[in-house]
Each structure stands twice: as C-alpha cells, then as structure tokens.
C-alpha cells in the first residue's frame, strides 16, 4: 500500500482538479482518492510520497500510433524484422517512462503487436498497453498501400474476411483508409458498410482515416467508432457525431508541425509565405526571382502546394478545435508521428496542440485520458484517477491543470503502481 500526494491530482474525467489531493495504491489498483489529510486519516500505516508542487494525473493514452513504422528510420527498414521488433519495443518502453502507459496501434505490420504484448505479458518487457487493429484496409492503391502495415482489400465480402482474420490474429479495433489527400472517397458505400457492421458483429470498434467531408459524411453513415484526422469536417457531421458518440482524434500536432516547418522553410529563403495563394502558385517563384534575392533552390510548385495545403489544413483546426468541442464532440488525443524529430509517442505535444487551439489544459489532458478510456470500452479501469482502476498514474512538475507544457516534466510513472523512474520524494 502506497500513498502519493502533490499540489494538485487531475482525476482524468470533466473539470474536478483536487487541490492537495492524494491517491492510496494497493495491489497495481488505486485503492482510494480524496483529499491528503482523509487519505491519511484512512490509511494510517500506508507510507506517504509528497511530490511537491507538482501534479498527478492517470497515465496518458495516445489513440493514434503506429507500433514499429519505420518510415522515418529508412536505417532501421533496412535492418529487416528482427530489428524493426527491436526498435518498437525501445520506443514504447522509452515512451511508458515519459508517461504514456496505453496506446492504440491503427495500423502496423503483422504480428508486431501481438508479439509485443505477449512479451510484456510474459515479463519480457514493460510497455504500454497495446490496443491495435493489426493491418489497416485500404483500396488497391489506396492510402499507405505500399507499407506492410496495410493491406489492399476490396469488396464487401472479401473486407469481411480480413476483418475476421485480423479479429482472429488479435485485433481490438479495425482500421479502414477512407480518403488520402484528396477529396475523394476511396471504399464505396457498401464496403464501408461491411467492415463497420462486420466490425460490431463481433464486438469490435472500427477507425477510420478520413480527412475531407464527403468521406466523413458515408463513414458517420456507416457507423464508424472514431473518425481519424477529420480535418475538414463540417459543423453538421460534428453535431452528429456528438449525438451518435462518434469520437475525433484530429492528430492537430503532426499536421501542425508540418505546417510549421513548410512556413519556416519560405521564411528562411527569404521568401514572403503569406504573399502566396492559390491563383498564384505558377507565378510566385518567378516575381520572387524578379522581386529579391530569395533563395528558389530546391522549391518547385508541388512544394509551393503542400505550404498552401497545410496552410489550410492549419486554418481548419484553428476553427474547429475548440468549437466542436464545447459542441460535445469526444475529442481524443492522438499523434500519428510518422515523420520523426520527437520523443518517442509525443502525446503530451498533442495535448498541448489541443491546448493551443483552446481547450483549456485539463479539458486536452481528458482527451488523453477519460475520453481515451471511454472510447476504448475501458471506462474506470484505465485512464481516470477513481477506486478500483488501475494504478497507472503520471507525475508532473508543476501545475498541470494550468499549463499543458508542464507535461513534459516527467517525475515519476508509475504501471499497475509500479514506480518506473524512482524519483526519491519527500516523505
Ligand atoms: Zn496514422
């Protein structure tokens, strides 16, 4: 039995922060919750760990990982298997130690995961949980299909064959390409009809990558669990969606950061960004060359359309982040970072992205946790700080109910009440 206490303790589920709260652990479950002084007054013998002006919050889910993607490792691809296995397992266990003790895989190559889990399950190794879909579906040709992490299935029937394959293989969730960068459908009506009702069939939740409007409206018809990227989603299909319990996982961070880096690069060849526009995308390198001394190496009218792209894509979140939520939308918390240049599972960037565009700090952190739970089917067992759920449960220093950076001042994680960092704290 074990009790710990900071400034403030996040319970996870709407606004309730406790100031001077306290948790009592026993057995890898959270045995109680309150304030320090009753915590204490109950557990007279349970030895006391008080970190301070700090904050402790339930461990963070990140919804949205790809388990072992290498595409930003072309170095660790080409070491084939065994050593891409390796790399997951490095990466998820550097992540635990960050804080994030769950995650759901919506693509990866096959048996990765289920390797993984095992691992862990043995003793092998301490990772987060792994929810995953297995292979993602996508059309011949369709989005991701070179990666083995996804498969081209078509037709009603034969997606319902893979759908059971990757039940039987150990999927929790299906995970079905919608649309890529284009606003173009990919699956038909009926096909994404049959992986859905497949899917809940054998009572499992599906996901689905669609990005544009005319996706997201056939995949809210269809009856889909989670919407995944959603960017250019209306108001209309928010409101549904709120109203059939229909989660977004915008990944806003990784779109953003693209985004980001694109204006950077405008700006350090000297190149006005702002100036440029749609109608302009043939002319704007030549009156940049006629105008200054900007440098044009390497910049063609692909790169000039992905800044307008992101650009847009930046604007939609902007509008909507914040908006569709106080509308009632479930938003969750996923980081899809397939482009490198972070920590390992970075969802406490994504929590402060989600923050950026106006949730306030604990409303982003609940996307990481309470919703995360909810929409896993695992509400009061993982994700909240309440009696009876596990003790996976994140330290921070500083107040992170006001400010989401403090996630990133990691103290102490503990898994199933486990301390994995051993901070020593004062007594
Ligand atoms: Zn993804």
Known sequence: MQIITARRLIIGKGKTVLANGAMCMENGQIRAVGDVKEIRQRFPQAPVCDYGDATILPGLIDMHIHVGDTQS???VEQGGDQLKLLYAASELSAALRRGVTAVRDVASEPGVCTALRQAAGMGFLRIPRIFTSGVALCISGGHGWPLRSVAQVNSPWKLREQVR???????????AMGDSNLDAPEYTQEEFDAIVQECHRQGKKAAVHASFASTIDMCIRAGFDTIEHGIFMTPEQAAVMAEKGIAWVPTAMVCT????ELEQMMEERGLKAESLTPDNVEVFLDVQKANSAADLRGLNTQTLRRVL???TVRAAYAERIQRFQRMGLTLLAGTDMVIGGTAPVPVEQEIL?????GLTAVEAIETATGNAARVLGLEGQIGTLEPGAAADVLVVGGDAAYDAAALQNTKEVFQGG???LNQAANK
């Open 73 to 75: 490792r072309p170095d």
């Open 165 to 175: 394959s990757n039940i039987r293989d150990g999927a929790d969730w299906i995970k």
């Open 257 to 260: 950061r693209v985004a980001r």
């Open 309 to 311: 792209f992101y650009r």
């Open 353 to 357: 992205c989600l923050a950026e565009y």
């Open 418 to 420: 486990c301390p994995l």
